[in-house]
């Protein structure tokens, strides 16, 4: 499966669950490990949860099996390794804390409508 097509399934799969602030960067220009970071948090504990949920069970249902997914369980930050696209979920204070979008700022922002 195309990396666009995963990053595209995650993304609806998060809007389905009301994540926040969903952001997607293409790393491809300027890294090695992927093509894809999508970003977003969620409100609570259990958002974080239904969010990184919904995100396996619908990337699963297409044919897409993450290679690790770390973090699940304390839920404040949940990344999941789908190859070229990694999913990183956050809760809000470790989503600002971290600050992922300034660190990979050399990325490209993606309009979540075009992929």
């Given at each position: 499966m195309?990396?666009?097509?995963?990053?595209?399934?995650a993304?609806?799969?998060?809007e389905?669950?009301?994540?926040?602030?969903?952001?997607?960067?293409?790393?491809?220009?300027i890294?090695?490990?992927?093509?894809?970071?999508?970003?977003?948090?969620?409100?609570?504990?259990?958002q974080?949860?239904?969010i990184a949920?919904?995100?396996?069970?619908?990337?699963?249902r297409?044919?897409a099996?993450?290679?690790?997914?770390?973090?699940?369980s304390?839920?404040?930050?949940v990344?999941?390794?789908y190859?070229?696209?990694?999913i990183?979920?956050?809760?809000k204070?470790?989503?600002?804390?971290?600050?992922?979008?300034?660190?990979w700022?050399?990325g490209?922002d993606?309009?979540?409508?075009?992929?």
């Amino acid at each position: 499966m195309e990396s666009s097509e995963i990053a595209k399934i995650a993304v609806k799969s998060m809007e389905d669950k009301k994540a926040e602030d969903i952001r997607v960067i293409d790393i491809s220009g300027i890294s090695s490990i992927g093509d894809y970071f999508i970003i977003a948090n969620g409100t609570n504990i259990s958002q974080v949860h239904a969010i990184a949920d919904e995100v396996e069970d619908k990337l699963g249902r297409a044919g897409a099996a993450p290679g690790k997914i770390e973090g699940y369980s304390n839920a404040n930050w949940v990344l999941m390794d789908y190859g070229d696209v990694i999913i990183h979920i956050f809760d809000k204070d470790n989503r600002l804390f971290y600050n992922l979008e300034r660190i990979w700022k050399d990325g490209k922002d993606v309009d979540i409508e075009s992929l």
